[in-house]
C-alpha cells in the first residue's frame, strides 16, 4: 500500500494523482493557417516561460472566440488534416486521427489526462474555421491513464502581465447558466466522462447491454474529459470577447519570445487546469 498525498492507496503505484494543464487561445477571425509550426512555437515558449511551475502548459487548445461549444481554430478542415492526421504506414493516407500533436490539443471534448496518455485508432474528419470538429467515437479512444475522479479544477485569464481572477470565473456571481456555480466543475466534467462509460455500455460498439447481452466487449476507460464547462466559464468570466487576430498569431516564429506573445494574447488566453485521480492501465 503506497501513500499518495496523504491518502492510502491500495492499488500501489498503479494510482495516479495527475494534474492538467490547458492553455486555451481565441482566435478572432479567419483562423490559423499556418498550423505547422506555430502552435509547436506557442507552446514551447509557454512551456519554457512558465518551466517547472505548477501553471506549465501541458496542452494548447486553440479555437474560435464565443464558439466554445467546440469549433475550429484553422483556417480550413485540410489544415488541421496536416496538423492532426497520421500517415502511420507511409503510404500516403491517413490512418489515425490523433486526439493531440505534441500536446497541440485537437479538441476540448476529447482532452487526454497528460501528453500522449490517449490515442485514437481511426480517422475523424476536420472542420473549418468556426465550424465544429466532428469528434471520435467512445469505443475507438485508447489510452494508458483512465480517469478515476476529478478531484478540483481551477483557470485564470491571462491579461499580460497578471493573471486574471475576476468575480466570473467560478463563481455563481455571473454564470450565464444555472449549472456554471462555483464548486460544480470537478463534478460535471466527471459526470460527462462517466456519462460516456455508461454509454458504451449500452451501445453495439461497446457492452450492448441494452440488448441483454453480457459484460464482454466493454471499452475501458475514461481516456479523456471534456472541459467545456471550464472554457465556457474562463471565456465568460476572465473577458475572453474580442480574440488574438490571426493574422498576428499566424507570424510567429520560433524566436518570437514570451514577451512578445503575452502583449500579443492579452485577455485572448487562458489556463484551465485539472487534478484528477487516475489509474494505470
Do not use: W
Not at 517547472?52 to 478542415?77: H, K, R
Not at 500522449?116 to 481511426?122: E, L
Not at 460535471?188 to 466487449?217: E, H, I
Not at 493574422?247 to 487534478?275: C, P, R
Amino acid at each position: 500500500m503506497t501513500s499518495i498525498g496523504g491518502l492510502d492507496v491500495a492499488f500501489g503505484a498503479r494510482m495516479q494523482v495527475v494534474r492538467t494543464n490547458v492553455l486555451c487561445l481565441a482566435l478572432a477571425n479567419t483562423g490559423l493557417a499556418n498550423a505547422t509550426t506555430v502552435p509547436k512555437f506557442i507552446l514551447n515558449t509557454y512551456k519554457e516561460g512558465l518551466k517547472g511551475t505548477v501553471i506549465e502548459p501541458d496542452f494548447l487548445y486553440i479555437y474560435e472566440v464565443a464558439q466554445i461549444n467546440a469549433s475550429s481554430g484553422y483556417t480550413t478542415a485540410a489544415v488541421m488534416d496536416g496538423l492532426f492526421n497520421q500517415d502511420n504506414s507511409g503510404d500516403g493516407t491517413a490512418d489515425t486521427t490523433a486526439l493531440e500533436v505534441n500536446g497541440v490539443l485537437r479538441d476540448i471534448r476529447q482532452t487526454p489526462l497528460a501528453v500522449n496518455s490517449a490515442f485514437a485508432d481511426t480517422t475523424a474528419a476536420h472542420a473549418v474555421f468556426s465550424t465544429a470538429t466532428p469528434l471520435h467515437t467512445y469505443d475507438n479512444i485508447q489510452g494508458n491513464l483512465a480517469l478515476e475522479s476529478v478531484l478540483s479544477l481551477s483557470a485564470m485569464g491571462l491579461a499580460d502581465a497578471t493573471a486574471d481572477l475576476t468575480a466570473g470565473v467560478f463563481s455563481d456571481a455571473a454564470d450565464a447558466d444555472a449549472d456554471a456555480e462555483s464548486g460544480i466543475f470537478p463534478q460535471a466534467v466527471q459526470a460527462l466522462a462517466f456519462k460516456d462509460v455508461y454509454d458504451n455500455a449500452m451501445a453495439t460498439t461497446g457492452g450492448n447491454l441494452n440488448a441483454g447481452s453480457k459484460y464482454t466487449g466493454m471499452h475501458k476507460g475514461p481516456f479523456t474529459v471534456n472541459l467545456t464547462k471550464a472554457l465556457q466559464q474562463l471565456e465568460t468570466g476572465a473577458g475572453i470577447a474580442t480574440g488574438a487576430a490571426a493574422a498576428t498569431v499566424d507570424a510567429y516564429t520560433a524566436s518570437t519570445t514570451f514577451g512578445t506573445m503575452a502583449n500579443d494574447l492579452s485577455s485572448d488566453a487562458g489556463i484551465i487546469s485539472m487534478t484528477s485521480f487516475a489509474k494505470v492501465v
